[in-house]
C-alpha cells in the first residue's frame, strides 16, 4: 500500500489519525505498533510471511540489545552474532531468494535491517541505552511513514522521539502541507515525465535517435528523483503530523556541482549511514589518499550491492567511485573554481551514472550509450522521433527541470502556510487524486530495494 493509493488516502490514514489523537498520549505508541503492523500486512498481501520476517527479525534486534546491556564480556559477540544474521538475511534474500528462486524482495527489508543494524551498533558503541520495553521499541521499528523506504534515523533520536514528541495543530498543519507537497511531485511530475522513458524500452533503445536517447535519459533522471523526493517528503510530512521530525533525504542534488557534493544532497540518510556505520571504521580519510580511495571504493561496491544483484549496479558504483575518486585526486580543486563548467560536467555525468543504474542488461547498456555518442549500437528507426515525443513531453521535463532547482522550493516554504499556499495545496491534492483515479500513478520506485 503506497502513499499514493486511494487506499492509503481516503481510508488507512483517516482512520489511523482518528483513533491516534482519540487515544491518549500514553497509549499511541500501542496505535503506531498496530497501525505499522497494519500498514506493512496490507502491502504484503497474499505474501504475509513478509510480516512473519520483519516481526522475526525486530525480535532478535531487540533481543540482542537487552543482551548487551548484561555486562562486557559478551557485548561484542552478541553484536557481531545479531550483525551477521540480519546481513546474512538481506543478501540471501538480494542474492539467493531472488536470483535462484525469483522471489520477490520482502517489502521495505532493506531498510527496516539498516535500521535495525544501527540500532545494534549504536547500542554496542554505548550512544543509546537498549530499550528493555518491547512496546517503545516496536513503535520505533513499526512506525510506517519511514518503514518501507526510509528516511533512516539516527538511533538516538528515534529512540527520544519515540519516548517524548510534542502534539499541536501548527505542526501537523504544515506535515499535511508536506505530504501534499510530496504527493504533488510524486504524482504529478515524476509519473508524467516517467511516460517518456517507458517509451524508449518501447521503442527499443536500438532504434532511438540521438537526441531521443539523451530527451529520454533526462526524463528518466528527473523520474527518479521526484518519485523518491516525493516519497520521503510524504514521509516526513506523515511524521510531523503524528508528532515526529524526520530527516529530510534531499537537498536539490541537481543543483550540485560535483559529484561528492551531490551524492551529499542525495539520499541524505543513507549516505550517512554507510559514512557513519562503513567509512569512518575503515578509516575514512584519515589514513592518507590510498587508504581514502580504498574505503570510497569499498563504500560504493556495498551500495552498489544494497541496490540490486545484476551487474549494471556494480558498473554504477564503479563509476561513482571513478568520478569521486578523480574529484578527490586533482578535479575537485578545478571544479571550485570554475562553476559554470562545474554544473555542464554534472549535466552529463548525472545522467550517465542513472543509464548505469537503469538498465540492467550490459549489452543494452553499451547499445544505449551507442545511440547517445553516435558510436553505433542501432540504426535510428525514426530519426525525427525527438520531435514528436518532445510535443508530448517537454512541458512536464522543463517543468521537472525548474522544481529541481533549489528557489521553487524557497518560494514553496513562503507562502505554503499563506491563503495562497492553502489554494493550491488543495489543487494539487485533487489533481493527484485526479490521476491516481484514472490509474495514471506509479509504484514507487525505490521499493524495489
Given at each position: 500500500m503506497g502513499f499514493n493509493s486511494l487506499q492509503f488516502l481516503f481510508l488507512f490514514l483517516p482512520l489511523f489519525l482518528v483513533v491516534y489523537y482519540l487515544c491518549p498520549p500514553a497509549h499511541r505508541n500501542l496505535v503506531l505498533v498496530l497501525g505499522g503492523l497494519a500498514f506493512y500486512a496490507i502491502g504484503a498481501w497474499g505474501r504475509l510471511w513478509n510480516l512473519l520476517l520483519l516481526l522475526q527479525m525486530m525480535m532478535i534486534t531487540y533481543l540482542a540489545g537487552i543482551g548487551m546491556t548484561r555486562g562486557d564480556t559478551q557485548r561484542r559477540s552478541i553484536l557481531v552474532g545479531s550483525l551477521i544474521l540480519l546481513f546474512g538475511?538481506?543478501?540471501?534474500?538480494?542474492?539467493?531468494?531472488?536470483?535462484?528462486?525469483?522471489?520477490?524482495?520482502?517489502?521495505?527489508?532493506?531498510?527496516?535491517?539498516?535500521?535495525?543494524?544501527?540500532?545494534?551498533?549504536?547500542?554496542?558503541?554505548?550512544?543509546?541505552?537498549?530499550?528493555?520495553r518491547l512496546l517503545p521499541f516496536s513503535a520505533g521499528v513499526l512506525l510506517f511513514p519511514k518503514l518501507l523506504s526510509?528516511?533512516?534515523?539516527?538511533?538516538?533520536?528515534?529512540?527520544?522521539?519515540?519516548?517524548?514528541?510534542?502534539?499541536?495543530?501548527?505542526?501537523?498543519?504544515?506535515?499535511?502541507?508536506?505530504?501534499?507537497?510530496?504527493?504533488?511531485?510524486?504524482?504529478?511530475?515524476?509519473?508524467?515525465?516517467?511516460?517518456?522513458?517507458?517509451?524508449?524500452?518501447?521503442?527499443?533503445?536500438?532504434?532511438?535517435?540521438?537526441?531521443?536517447?539523451?530527451?529520454?535519459?533526462?526524463?528518466?533522471?528527473?523520474?527518479l528523483y521526484f518519485d523518491f523526493c516525493g516519497y520521503s517528503k510524504m514521509a516526513?510530512?506523515?511524521?510531523?503530523?503524528?508528532?515526529?521530525?524526520?530527516?529530510?533525504?534531499?537537498?536539490?542534488?541537481?543543483?550540485?556541482?560535483?559529484?561528492?557534493?551531490?551524492?551529499?544532497?542525495?539520499?541524505?540518510?543513507?549516505?550517512?549511514?554507510?559514512?557513519?556505520?562503513?567509512y569512518i571504521p575503515l578509516g575514512g580519510n584519515r589514513k592518507g589518499m590510498a587508504r581514502t580511495l580504498l574505503n570510497l571504493l569499498v563504500v560504493w561496491l556495498l551500495t552498489a550491492m544494497w541496490h540490486g544483484n545484476s551487474w549494471n549496479f556494480i558498473l554504477w558504483g564503479l563509476f561513482i567511485?571513478?568520478?569521486?575518486?578523480?574529484?578527490?585526486?586533482?578535479?575537485?580543486?578545478?571544479?571550485?573554481?570554475?562553476?559554470?563548467?562545474?554544473?555542464?560536467?554534472?549535466?552529463?555525468?548525472?545522467?550517465?551514472?542513472?543509464?548505469?543504474?537503469?538498465?540492467?542488461?550490459?549489452?543494452?547498456?553499451?547499445?544505449?550509450?551507442?545511440?547517445?555518442f553516435f558510436t553505433g549500437g542501432g540504426v535510428a528507426v525514426n530519426p525525427q522521433d525527438f520531435v514528436v515525443y518532445g510535443r508530448s513531453y517537454w512541458l512536464m521535463?522543463?517543468?521537472?527541470i525548474v522544481l529541481a532547482m533549489p528557489w521553487p522550493e524557497r518560494l514553496w516554504e513562503k507562502?505554503?502556510?499563506?491563503?495562497?499556499?492553502?489554494?493550491?495545496?488543495f489543487l494539487l491534492f485533487w489533481a493527484a487524486v485526479y490521476c491516481i483515479c484514472v490509474a495514471e500513478n506509479d509504484p514507487f520506485m525505490y521499493f524495489q530495494f
Open positions: 538475511t538481506l543478501l540471501c534474500f538480494k542474492y539467493v531468494g531472488v536470483a535462484v528462486r525469483g522471489w520477490a524482495l520482502p517489502l521495505g527489508i532493506s531498510f527496516y535491517l539498516f535500521q535495525m543494524a544501527a540500532y545494534l551498533i549504536a547500542a554496542y558503541r554505548r550512544q543509546i541505552t537498549p530499550e528493555n526510509g528516511p533512516l534515523m539516527e538511533p538516538a533520536d528515534l529512540q527520544s522521539q519515540v519516548r517524548t514528541r510534542r502534539y499541536d495543530w501548527r505542526n501537523f498543519d504544515a506535515g499535511l502541507r508536506e505530504f501534499i507537497w510530496g504527493l504533488a511531485l510524486k504524482v504529478l511530475v515524476a509519473d508524467r515525465v516517467g511516460g517518456l522513458w517507458r517509451q524508449a524500452g518501447v521503442i527499443g533503445y536500438e532504434s532511438l535517435s540521438t537526441p531521443m536517447a539523451w530527451l529520454s535519459l533526462v526524463a528518466y533522471s528527473l523520474q516526513v510530512g506523515l511524521g510531523m503530523m503524528l508528532g515526529f521530525r524526520l530527516p529530510q533525504n534531499f537537498a536539490h542534488p541537481y543543483a550540485a556541482r560535483s559529484m561528492g557534493e551531490f551524492w551529499r544532497r542525495w539520499h541524505i540518510t543513507l549516505g550517512a549511514w554507510f559514512r557513519n556505520y562503513v567511485f571513478f568520478l569521486l575518486a578523480n574529484e578527490r585526486l586533482w578535479l575537485g580543486k578545478w571544479l571550485d573554481r570554475h562553476p559554470v563548467l562545474a554544473h555542464g560536467y554534472m549535466v552529463l555525468a548525472i545522467p550517465l551514472s542513472w543509464l548505469l543504474f537503469a538498465v540492467e542488461d550490459v549489452q543494452s547498456i553499451g547499445t544505449y550509450l551507442g545511440r547517445l521535463i522543463l517543468v521537472g507562502i505554503r502556510s499563506t491563503t495562497v499556499g492553502t489554494v493550491l495545496c
